[in-house]
């Protein structure tokens, strides 16, 4: 029953949005600096959205949306259209995530050195409920590749496919990271 | 698979709404990427130039001008005002001075023939942009003079019609178009102005190989050869003229230790790219090969110069005259403390093999250099800026190697007040000893100082204060070398260009006495020549580090540092009176011939030098005299004939108006004869490279 879902879904119709969507890709690439700016602008606000979801606290969001927004700039060049814009920005995003989270770890260790450069690390901000809240600590924390499927598939409400695809993996992976995440946190949710 | 079953806890993760980004941030956001697009958009084109706004990589700081509608309409615009401004002076200068404005010429005008109209009959260096401009520019005038009758809204074909036209002015005349144009061409590489820089380029091209077979050197056999594919910046330099000693009888210079010139030709040429003319600093290429000179006597006189006079192998009718210098090498136990700051760009331009991972390789390099004595510690700039390392004694390598490790190039933003924070390590971890700032970088100098000028204050104050720069410069395509050098220059540094692991070695390993440790400063030297057997001279290289006569004497005016074990080459191509050789013609009236007490001595050296720290030169003065001559350059040894065969390559190389006739094979043939021991094989490492040269632009 899956393996046909899967079928029909595999091969979607043109839809006109997509069709619009990589027409602009094209043209930035060519150069069109007009194209590449409606690209970012329709772009960021999904990207902010990402980098909050994943590392909670809008001070890094906006600055890892900034990250991959120079990112896309400097690489769109060498976007080969094999995969669709969007995984590939989700792809982008995601690493600059672990970029900045793995730096984060090392300003960690030299903060007080860091202090006077960038002295403004606000603390995260309230989630809406406290249960809420303890979810998506719960789920930040978990090993990285079981974080990343559990909120591209759960977070941004993608398919198995999509979140594959963005992932670098097998379809049959996700599900296994989604259930090895159910797994781990099993005593706490 | 898909069980969202209404129980389970993940359901809710989509139910929690992120709060919305601050429309500050999302500007920056914007701000930013279109920053990176801009540069990558260039980079896509390596003709466009780059590497040379100071402020260029800023700008995304500057929110507030966003939303001013000129920096939207940049594109129309500056399209409009280049077409306005530039169409009537390119027409000037087309109809007027046939493409060749005089200025960029002079530097061989006066001896050689440049041929004016070389640039038209060259179809086959540049066939296609070759021949857009000459019809388009005189299809120009119809439609142009159109436009500027009515004023309309025709920009667009009329900015098409003048993009041929301009690039003879533009490309001949970068200085005075600057001003001209400067709201609209300060965002260079705009997508919509690449075409009228490509064809610039193709013009230079065409011009440059023009140039070069003006004076003989047989440029256009190359075919397509493009001069170099770089966005690396130089300073444009005149060649040393030859002087007449009864006018001008004494030569000041400052002496250089900087190497970067021969790394950067090396890296192009074994590329397969012929190096630009002003990538060629000749005593760079001559001082990156290690001589062997007499050692110098102890620390307080840190050396002693060695002079040779030898035949001229381009010119048999002229002398060479090779000044030699090794610097003090003080004994391998005397370990020296230092206190060496990293200053590490990790700007996303960084993100190349050869640039961040070859610094990280360079450096576990020179870590074993170093021991408990010496202290380390890093700074990144760029996008993850701060302190990486706090210092931290050279023993500690497993720690200093993770700090390294942790590096990632990656970002675009304006980084922090870099270099403030690097002096501050610096001045933290004080030592007696060395103590000197590494600026590693691939050409952004973007550290938190964006005057330039300001900068090269900064640098020079701290030097004061006894804390010297070094830069290593990385990679191609972004490097701006005028600045590399002005820097290292008012840091009391050297500037080192390192294109692959074996150059890290040379600079970090094999040289890094000379690197570090400053044994003499402000070294200058005035050469004297007797009128009565001296009838012409010219300095070999060295254009940008000459200094006024009066320079000599003043302790105040900075010049070139030598490290220990540096070796630094000088050479003179001397016409000796009655030699038959001389270019200028005897005066007709009163030529008063000089009297002096030493009729026979043909040049007296005067060597200034300032031992380190100290506020007052010391000199040592040595005359040249008859028994230095040699009659045959094999007997003047290996080192002389090596150095000659450099400076011809260097000559020939940069076309110059001088000794361009030696062939490649004599080339090289007198390099291997100046091989010597060649420890280190650099020597048989130019001698390939003469080879590569020979290939590239071949003799006729």
Not at chain 2, 376 to 382: G, K, L, P, R, W
Request: net charge negative; aromatic share 6%.
């Amino acid at each position: 029953m899956h393996v046909s879902m899967m079928g029909l879904t595999a091969a979607p119709q043109p839809n006109p949005a997509t069709v619009l969507a990589e027409a602009l890709v094209r043209r930035a690439q060519n150069g069109d600096a007009d194209a590449f700016a409606e690209l970012i602008e329709d772009h960021y606000e999904r990207i902010y959205r990402t980098a909050w979801r994943w590392c909670g606290n809008r001070d890094d969001a906006e600055d890892i949306a900034q990250e991959v927004c120079v990112k896309l700039g400097a690489a769109l060049a060498g976007f080969d259209r094999r995969s669709a814009f969007s995984s590939w920005v989700y792809r982008i995003t995601l690493n600059a995530v672990r970029d900045w989270q793995r730096a984060g770890a090392r300003r960690g260790r030299y903060a007080q050195s860091l202090a006077e450069i960038s002295p403004t690390d606000q603390p995260p901000e309230q989630e809406a409920a406290a249960t809420s809240a303890q979810l998506w600590a719960a789920v930040r924390r978990l090993p990285e590749k079981q974080r990343d499927a559990v909120l591209l598939v759960y977070a941004e409400e993608l398919s198995h496919a999509e979140a594959a695809d963005i992932m670098g993996v097998a379809e049959a992976t996700i599900s296994f990271h989604v259930h090895a995440a159910r797994k781990s946190l099993r005593g706490l949710l | 698979m898909t069980d969202k079953r209404s129980d389970d806890p993940f359901a809710r993760l989509s139910s929690t709404p992120p709060p919305a980004p601050r429309p500050r941030a999302r500007e920056a956001a914007f701000a930013a990427a279109r920053q990176a697009y801009a540069e990558s958009q260039a980079k896509i084109n390596p003709t466009a130039a780059k590497g040379t706004g100071w402020g260029r990589r800023l700008m995304s700081i500057i929110t507030s001008w966003k939303g001013i509608s000129i920096m939207d309409m940049r594109i129309p615009v500056g399209t409009t005002a280049i077409a306005l401004l530039l169409l009537p002076l390119g027409l000037h200068y087309y109809t007027s001075t046939a493409l060749t404005p005089p200025e960029t010429l002079s530097g061989g005008a006066s001896v050689s023939q440049p041929a004016p109209s070389e640039p038209l009959a060259q179809p086959q260096l540049a066939p296609e942009p070759e021949a857009a401009p000459v019809q388009d520019s005189a299809e120009a005038e119809a439609p142009s003079a159109d436009a500027l009758a009515d004023q309309s809204m025709r920009t667009a074909p009329l900015a098409e019609a003048v993009a041929p036209a301009a690039p003879a002015p533009a490309s001949a005349h970068p200085a005075p178009m600057v001003p001209m144009g400067a709201p609209a061409m300060a965002p260079a590489p705009m997508p919509a102005m690449l075409p009228r820089l490509q064809s610039q380029d193709a013009f230079a091209q065409s011009y440059n190989a023009a140039r070069d077979s003006g004076f003989g050197m047989g440029a256009s056999a190359g075919g397509g050869l493009a001069p170099a594919p770089s966005g690396d910046n130089f300073a444009r330099f005149e060649e040393q003229r030859l002087k007449v000693v009864a006018e001008e009888p004494v030569s000041t210079f400052s002496i250089d230790v900087d190497t970067a010139s021969y790394a950067y030709a090396r890296r192009l040429l074994s590329e397969g790219y012929v190096p630009e003319p002003d990538a060629i600093r000749i005593e760079e290429l001559l001082n990156y090969f290690p001589y062997d000179y007499a050692p110098a006597p102890s620390a307080e006189v840190p050396f002693q110069p060695s002079l040779k006079v030898f035949p001229t192998p381009w010119n048999d009718k002229t002398q060479l005259l090779e000044i030699g210098i090794k610097g003090f090498e003080p004994p391998a136990e005397a370990d020296t403390k230092s206190n060496l700051v990293f200053l590490i760009d990790t700007s996303g331009s960084m993100d190349a093999p050869d640039k961040l991972p070859l610094l990280k390789r360079a450096f576990a390099l020179l870590l074993d250099q170093l021991s408990a004595n010496d202290t380390i510690s890093m700074v990144a700039y760029a996008g993850s800026a701060g302190i990486v390392l706090e210092p931290t004694t050279a023993d500690n390598k497993a720690k200093i190697l993770a700090a390294l490790d942790g590096l990632a190039a990656g970002g675009s933003t304006a980084g922090a007040d870099g270099i403030a924070l690097a002096y501050r390590l610096a001045e933290q971890a004080r030592v007696d000893g060395t103590n000197r700032v590494i600026l590693a970088t691939d050409g952004d100098f973007n550290v938190g100082i964006d005057d330039p000028q300001a900068l090269k204050d900064f640098i020079a104050e701290k030097r004061q204060s006894g804390t010297g720069l070094s830069i290593l410069g990385f990679g191609r395509g972004n490097l701006d070398d005028a600045t590399m050098q002005a820097l290292a220059q008012n840091g009391n540094g050297n500037a080192s260009y390192i294109s692959s692991f074996a150059e890290a070695r040379k600079v970090l390993v094999e040289e890094v006495g000379a690197t570090l440790h400053t044994i003499a400063q402000d070294v200058k030297i005035q050469v004297e020549f007797n009128p009565a057997t001296i009838a012409e001279y010219r300095l070999i290289g060295y254009e940008t580090r000459v200094l006024n006569r009066e320079d000599f004497n003043n302790d105040a005016v900075d010049a070139g540092d030598i490290g220990a074990g540096h070796t630094v080459t000088a050479l003179y191509e001397l016409i000796p009176v009655g030699s038959g050789g001389e270019q200028v013609d005897p005066l007709r009236y009163g030529t008063a011939t000089p009297e002096s007490g030493a009729g026979e001595e043909l040049a007296f050296l005067k060597l200034r030098y300032k031992l380190p720290g100290a506020a007052v030169s010391q000199l040592i003065e040595q005359p040249v005299t008859p028994d230095l001559v040699f009659a045959d350059i094999a007997a003047a040894g290996p080192d002389a004939q090596f150095a000659a065969a450099v400076a011809a390559f260097g000559q020939k190389l940069k076309g110059s108006v001088y000794g361009a006739d030696m062939s490649w094979a004599e080339i090289e043939a007198l390099a291997k004869a100046g091989r010597g021991e060649d420890q280190g094989g650099y020597r048989a490492e130019f001698i390939r490279l003469v080879q590569d040269a020979a290939a590239l632009r071949p003799d006729r």
